[in-house]
């Protein structure tokens, strides 16, 4: 298979932990991307990375949010002292840059439950 | 403030008939167009773009259509296949290259057999 991956699939954490996902891109994709995905929404951007370079976050990413991509291969999404209202899918996505056919392929999100 | 707009949560289509699938979108800036299919626990799946270049664009069962000045695209599928069940949303980005995507808030479609 080589789409894109992520890990864990499913997470319950309770209020105040830390927690890390990872994401492993499509291999020959230099961009890769973070949507956040909420009941009854569709997904919104969060932040996107062109090889190892976060190059833009969204106002949605707070302080407590750190995303890596070291060596422009996998990247991690770290969220500090988790808050109920982070539960959500988070989706990572990834594209080869530039081109007009290159839509966003997306892996299977990363269930995140805060209790 | 909602850019891209789905006003109907769900639809249902009897199969063998059209699927028409709306959106609106209110960022003028928007000029690259997309449609993503959803089934349950998985990741969104590309389905069929357009740029603001055209007002169509087809892809076997798949078309797209974008009207500018209404600020208005569709999605029709026909004939409709009981596979088609799933949520569709509607993304629209405004820098060509940049996928940085605007979701609306999906559509969910049942294909009745």
């Known amino acids: 298979d080589t789409g894109v991956s992520q890990d864990p699939r499913h997470k319950i954490t309770k209020r105040g932990q830390n927690v890390t996902f990872r994401c492993d891109p499509i291999?020959?994709?230099?961009?890769l991307y973070w949507y956040r995905q909420t009941l009854g929404q569709g997904p919104e951007f969060l932040t996107y990375?062109?090889?190892?370079?976060?190059?833009?976050k969204s106002r949605l990413l707070s302080d407590r949010f750190s995303a890596e991509r070291p060596k422009g291969s996998f990247s991690t999404l770290e969220i500090q002292r988790t808050e109920q209202g982070d539960s959500a899918m988070y989706l990572c996505a990834s594209t080869i840059s530039g081109g007009f056919n290159s839509p966003l392929h997306f892996g299977n999100g990363t269930r995140l439950t805060v209790t | 403030d909602q850019q891209v707009k789905q006003n109907s949560p769900s639809l249902s289509v009897q199969e063998g008939r059209i699927s028409i699938l709306n959106c609106d979108y209110t960022?003028?800036?928007?000029?690259?167009f997309l449609w993503y299919k959803k089934y349950p626990a998985e990741g969104p799946t590309f389905l069929i773009s357009i740029s603001s270049i055209k007002d169509k664009n087809e892809d076997g069962r798949f078309t797209v259509f974008l009207n500018k000045s209404a600020k208005h695209l569709s999605l029709h599928i026909v004939p409709s296949q009981p596979g088609d069940s799933a949520v569709y949303f509607c993304a629209a980005s405004a820098d060509f290259g940049n996928e940085k995507l605007t979701f609306g808030t999906g559509t969910r479609l049942t294909i009745i057999p």
């Open positions: 291999s020959e994709h230099n961009r």
């Open positions: 990375f062109q090889n190892e370079a976060q190059l833009e």
């Open positions: 960022n003028s800036m928007f000029d690259y």
